[in-house]
């Protein structure tokens, strides 16, 4: 559960609990609010504190339904920074988090996968686990992952290089399987789905 409020809430104190939600959310607000116009530095708002956050409402020790406020408010005080190569993601997350009545109730399975999408991949996904429709739609979440974490990793990191690629590969495939002496399927199934998409991830 929140724990009190701290003796020494300074206006960085203010908002970094806030971020961090270290305590009574309404308290945290009032603080962070009256000193979001003081002189002094920005608090960053890193992926790992929001990752914390969503654990902790989805364990049941912050209240879920006031995860909206709080990425409302956090959203909104000029002294929050966000580091560049995580401000679109933590953005829509502030946004869509905060506006239920627009993009759906916030739950624990809401959490869980931004969860999924916060937190730096393990491993590069794998299409050779591809089998189903849930499967591939699972795989192209995990490269969205990848990409978000590991953009110097991509060969083709913007959509129009990664099309170009796509659009590539899908011409080479008669000679890929001319070489395996194997026949082109008619249709691709998943598992080659998820093998166009991981090519061309780093096809050139």
Not at 168 to 175: K, N
Not at 186 to 201: G, Y
Request: proline share 7%; hydrophobic share 40%; aromatic share 8%.
């Amino acid at each position: 559960m929140d724990s009190e409020l701290p003796g020494d809430f300074g206006p960085h104190n203010a908002i970094s609990e806030l971020i961090r939600w270290n305590a009574p959310l309404s308290k945290l607000i009032g603080a962070a609010t009256r000193n979001d116009g003081s002189e002094g530095p920005s608090v960053r708002l890193e992926r790992s504190a929001v990752v914390d956050v969503l654990q902790r409402c989805v364990s049941g020790d912050l209240r879920l339904e006031d995860l909206p406020e709080w990425a409302r408010v956090a959203l909104q005080l000029d002294h929050v920074e966000i580091a560049e190569a995580d401000v679109d993601l933590l953005t829509e997350f502030l946004h869509r988090v905060s506006s239920p009545e627009l993009f759906g109730a916030v739950t624990t399975d809401v959490c869980t996968a931004w969860i999924r999408r916060l937190e730096p991949p393990v491993s590069l996904p794998d299409e050779t686990r591809v089998e189903t429709r849930e499967d591939f739609v699972r795989f192209l979440e995990e490269m969205l992952i990848d990409l978000q974490h590991n953009p110097e990793e991509w060969e083709n990191p913007t959509l129009k290089s990664f099309l170009d690629a796509w659009a590539a590969w899908v011409g080479a495939l008669p000679r890929w399987y001319a070489k395996r002496g194997e026949e082109m399927p008619d249709q691709p199934d998943w598992k080659l789905l998820a093998a166009m998409v991981s090519a061309a991830r780093i096809y050139e």
